[in-house]
C-alpha cells in the first residue's frame, strides 16, 4: 500500500531537479537514444512519465499527449530510419483511466514487451518497441491534471 501512495504522492528528495526532461528543453533523441542533455540522476527527482533508452539515457514527461517519431516536430525524436515521421502518441485515456499508448499508420508497427499492437495501454516497467528503437516506459508519479 505504500507504494501505491507514494506513487499517488511522489518521493521526496533532497534534492529537487527543476523540469530536467520536459518536452521543453527540445533536445533531440539521436538514432533510439535518449535525450543527450538529460542525466540519469537528474530525471529520477522529476515526477512524471520516464523513458529510458537502450543505452540507459531517460527522458521525464510532465504533460500529455506526447508524440513519438523520426520528425524533429515530435516531443520524443527517433533518429532510427526503422522508425516513422510520425510513429505513435502517447496519451492519457479517461475511460480506461490511463496512459496509452497508439499506434499512428506506422511502417513498423508498436510493440509492447515483444507482442505486436495497435492501441494497448502502458504498465509500469513495459518495454516499448518502436521500429528498431526499444525504451523502458516508467511511471514515476504522473497525476492527470484532466483532458486534454
Known amino acids: 500500500m505504500m ?3 507514494s506513487r499517488l504522492f511522489g518521493r521526496k528528495d533532497d534534492d529537487q531537479s527543476s523540469g530536467a526532461g520536459s518536452p521543453e528543453d527540445g533536445g533531440q533523441v539521436p538514432a533510439g537514444m535518449g535525450a543527450a542533455e ?3 540522476d537528474a530525471s529520477d527527482l522529476v515526477f512524471g512519465l520516464k523513458f529510458t533508452f537502450e543505452a540507459g539515457e531517460s527522458k521525464t514527461f510532465t504533460t500529455l499527449p506526447i508524440s513519438i517519431g ?3 516536430q515530435n516531443d520524443i525524436v527517433l533518429g532510427d530510419k526503422s522508425v516513422s515521421a510520425f510513429h505513435a502518441r502517447i496519451y492519457y485515456d479517461e475511460r480506461v483511466r490511463g496512459v496509452c499508448i497508439v499506434d499512428s ?8 514487451n515483444d507482442r505486436p499492437t495497435r492501441r ?26 484532466g483532458s486534454d
Open 3 to 5: 507504494a501505491r501512495i
Open 38 to 40: 538529460d542525466t540519469p
Open 105 to 112: 499508420d506506422s511502417l513498423n508497427g508498436i510493440f509492447i
Open 120 to 145: 494497448n495501454m502502458l504498465q509500469d516497467g513495459v518495454k516499448v518497441r518502436l521500429g528498431n528503437v526499444s525504451l523502458v516506459f516508467r511511471d514515476t508519479g504522473y497525476i492527470h491534471s
Open 70 to 72: 523520426r520528425s524533429e
